[in-house]
């Protein structure tokens, strides 16, 4: 019997790392996953178990090889973006993997903006709002000052994309996918790194840049497989859209980040438009994308598990809840917020929240959910505006994890009536356009 050829993927995202593989038809047939536990960082804050992920990754990866129905004839790579993996002489990683949420020493950033021409100058120069240790190139700026004992020892510095390519090819690559995510190293006027970069000594650690549709090849042992150099998570769930899209469109990916993404909107960054988490990607070939983002899959959770807590009720109990108007209707009839947000920033779009949260004042959890959900849908539309403003889009297409969650998409209906909100046809989104991508590139 004749084996399939198949493209296989690792889609690395913040919590799950899934591996598929697909056939010619991009329809999937074979898949697994895996979540690990962070581990603590010298300094005690939970980083990304790189060392076994990592080892899930090669394992998966040589256990696939020896599957008898399928011949993996191309591999790809996408992850989640905002994150460094530091290398030394030997390849070996030098420093954690370090959590975007990781805290950022506010002396030290502070002098970093002062350097360079004041926070918001420095944040419109490189489309990255001041995130911190989320504009992940101020990582290297954090370790040369603060950690000088690590940074003496790191040879290269990789976007997360690049360091997997790397540990299945040994090649050594940057893209723009992850340079132009809201780093703080890449200046979007000159096209080119920031000029802080080359005065701190980093553009040497930072491996060159290829395109996104390099061919590469998986090390011997890995079966000398075509490879490609990764792409960051977001970018590659764009792709297939725009392969079969011919109309205007915006992408809202869903998971840990909300992120609206229109590629058919031009206009500049304002500073209003920084402080609110709108920005800047760069495609796979290097030119510009207006975004904007939202920290929703992780408020979710964080709401949702103080909401079962209160209501003693099991986990995933909200999947089970489907749109019920009158419920909306009556929560939207409540003119008082009820909802103190924990990650999310209302004040940072004009709009109000409560000092606390009192689960008590509800009658039932679906209440609780609903208003929840509304006055998030509410933080979605002001982020969905910053994007949609000048563009003549007519349909958001939404995929991802609250692509299942009909709560969340109607109650999007119902404040969008203008637009044609479509529940994603790619599921596994990020991972299709990285095959897609590998596939194309060997095309050529």
């Known amino acids: 019997m004749s084996k399939l050829p198949v493209t296989a993927i690792f889609d690395i995202g ?63 790579f996408s992850t989640h973006g905002a994150s460094f993996v530091h290398v030394d002489e ?13 805290p950022f020493p506010e002396d030290l950033l502070m ?41 003496k020892n790191i040879k290269h510095s990789f976007h997360l994309p690049q360091f997997v390519s790397f540990l299945f090819s040994g090649e050594k690559t940057s893209d723009f996918t992850s340079i132009g995510c809201h780093t703080g190293l890449w200046d979007f006027e000159k096209e080119d790194y920031h000029s802080w970069v080359d005065r701190e000594g980093i553009r040497g ?31 590659a769930a764009l792709l297939p859209y725009l392969k079969q899209e011919s109309e205007p469109f ?69 999947k089970k809840l489907t749109f019920d108007d009158a419920i909306y209707q009556k929560v939207r009839a409540k003119s008082e917020k009820r909802i103190a947000f924990h990650y999310l920033k209302p004040g940072d779009f004009g709009l109000e929240s409560a ?44 995929d991802g994890g609250f692509n299942a969650n009909p709560i969340f998409l109607e109650m999007l209906r119902k404040k969008l009536p203008e637009l044609e909100i479509i529940p994603s046809d790619f599921p596994n989104g990020s991972a299709l356009g990285a095959a897609m991508l590998i596939n194309e590139a060997m095309a050529l």
């Open 355 to 398: 000092d606390k949260t009192d689960w008590s004042c509800f009658e039932h959890f679906e209440e609780a959910y609903y208003t929840f959900m509304d006055e998030l849908t509410d933080l979605q539309l002001s982020s969905l505006n910053l994007v949609l403003e000048g563009s003549s889009v007519k349909r958001i297409f939404i």
């Open 205 to 235: 650690l930072l491996p060159p840049i290829k395109s996104g549709k390099m061919v590469i090849r998986t090390k011997p042992e890995l079966g000398n497989i075509p490879c490609g150099i990764g792409i960051h998570d977001s970018s």
């Open 250 to 318: 915006i992408l809202l990916s869903t998971g840990t980040w909300a992120i609206a993404i229109n590629p058919f909107n031009k206009s500049p960054l304002t500073k209003k438009e920084l402080k609110r988490d709108c920005l800047q990607f760069l495609s796979v070939l290097g030119e510009p994308i207006k975004i904007s983002r939202l920290f929703i899959g992780e408020e979710h959770k964080f709401q949702i598990e103080s909401m079962y807590a209160h209501f003693h009720l099991e986990r995933g109990t909200y």
């Open 111 to 151: 002098r970093f903006y002062k350097e360079n021409g004041g926070k918001m100058n420095f944040c419109r120069a490189t489309s990255s709002p001041p995130l911190a240790m989320l504009n992940s190139g101020l990582q290297l700026y954090f370790l040369k000052f603060a950690k000088p004992e690590k940074f």
């Open 14 to 76: 913040k919590t799950n790392k899934k591996f598929f593989l697909f056939d010619r038809d991009y329809q999937v047939v074979h898949q697994s996953y895996t979540r690990f536990d962070p581990v603590p960082d010298e300094d005690g804050f939970p980083a990304e178990a790189l060392q076994a992920m990592s080892e899930w990754m090669l394992t998966t990866f040589l256990d696939a090889l020896k599957l008898e129905e399928f011949e993996i004839k191309a591999l790809n």
């Open 90 to 102: 030997q390849g070996d990683p030098a420093t954690p993997l370090y959590d975007y949420l990781k």
